[in-house]
């Protein structure tokens, strides 16, 4: 029986850019990202333009469409490369200023969605949370009821986060299924960066 609860340490360590080696042994850098669905971009650019806040995303997750030549946006992520290293709407003083309209990423920390194939994401835990730190032998053997009962108010919108995804996904794998799209499996590097160049966006969205 593992007697553990999530308490949030309010560092700030999940609103700000990172890159250091995780916890387990390895030396490959792990870089923070917070990313965002399109409607969930749309809010926050909003909002920060009505508090004249400089925002800024650049697309994450993202598929050519060979087909039709475009390029499909899954995700954005917010640009942490600014002045402060870190997210426009963090405050130092009282935290996040959009907490009750944050994205589902954000609510579901420090448990995020690790990406295992181009298709497929799974639960997993961010190994920068310095709670995750602290507990790191105690989080690495506690099986997946035990980090639910620890993640209690997490997991939940962990899992929303992951279903949305997955309905993402499916909605792309149909699209292909009638031939609307046609994703390519196998693609050289400068192919796909000439495409990220020259190709128009479509957004999509569960």
Not at 34 to 56: S, T
Not at 69 to 81: A, G, H, P, Q
Not at 188 to 197: C, S, V
Request: a positive charge; hydrophobic letters at 40%.
């Amino acid at each position: 029986m593992i007697d553990l609860n999530y308490i949030c340490l309010k560092c700030g360590v999940c609103c700000f850019q990172i890159a250091v080696p995780p916890p387990s042994s390895g030396t490959s850098l792990y870089k923070k990202r917070i990313p965002l669905y399109p409607d969930e971009a749309e809010k926050l650019i909003e909002i920060a333009k009505k508090r004249n806040i400089p925002f800024l995303v650049i697309e994450d997750l993202v598929f050519p469409d060979i087909l039709n030549k475009k390029i499909l946006v899954v995700t954005y992520r917010i640009r942490l490369d600014n002045e402060s290293q870190g997210c426009p709407f963090y405050d130092k003083n009282t935290g996040c200023t959009v907490h009750e309209i944050k994205p589902l990423a954000c609510q579901a920390y420090p448990l995020a969605l690790k990406q295992e194939d181009a298709f497929n994401f799974k639960i997993s835990i961010d190994a920068l949370c310095h709670f995750v730190k602290e507990n790191y032998e105690t989080l690495k053997i506690a099986d997946l009821e035990q980090i639910k009962n620890i993640f209690h108010e997490e997991y939940p919108k962990a899992e929303k986060h992951l279903k949305k995804n997955k309905k993402i996904m499916l909605k792309i794998k149909k699209l292909e299924i009638k031939k609307k799209i046609q994703i390519t499996r196998q693609i050289k590097l400068e192919d796909f960066n000439n495409y990220i160049k020259e190709w128009e966006r479509v957004e999509i969205i569960a």
